[in-house]
């Protein structure tokens, strides 16, 4: 879907993935959910960068006793002020100014609360080390079950 873009911005693409394990999940909605933080990562690297994907086996950080599965998305793009990023996951917050209508995280953030799970961002403008980290993680079992 995002080949033509990664081509033509010059962005190289890093994928490890360590684990097969499969999630119940919702996949359009997930899907949804990677192709809004994949496209944001491709709006922050237009002049080109590094895309890395991850994905593991993880336990959750807050206590430690769920386990599911960890996925990061990790760009070389000109990051998040500090002053926003408490902001992002709220609805029409946009650091694209004029391009961006501001739902696309606020609406990530809802489908991977529906799927039990949490998302965090890190993300720095330091001229020597600049980027965004997502890192998502879903348990296995869902809050449902």
């Known amino acids: 879907m995002y080949a033509p873009r990664f081509k033509n911005s010059s962005i190289q693409l890093e994928r490890k993935y360590l684990t097969h394990a499969r999630l119940r999940c919702f996949t359009s909605e997930l899907r949804q959910v990677f192709a809004n933080l994949v496209g944001n990562a491709l709006d922050a690297m237009a002049q080109g960068g590094r895309l890395n994907v991850r994905i593991r086996l993880a336990r959750a950080r807050d206590d430690g006793a769920e386990s599911g599965i960890r996925v990061a998305i990790a760009d070389t793009g000109h990051g998040i002020p500090v002053e926003l990023q408490r902001r992002v996951f709220e609805p029409f917050m946009s650091t694209k ?49």
């Not at 529906?114 to 993680?137: A, D, E």
């Open 97 to 145: 100014e004029i391009t961006g209508v501001g739902l696309g995280l606020w609406v990530s953030q809802g489908i991977v609360k529906k799927h039990g799970g949490r998302i965090v961002l890190r993300s720095s403008t330091s001229p020597q080390r600049h980027g965004t980290v997502f890192t998502l993680f879903f348990p296995f079992r869902t809050p449902q079950e």
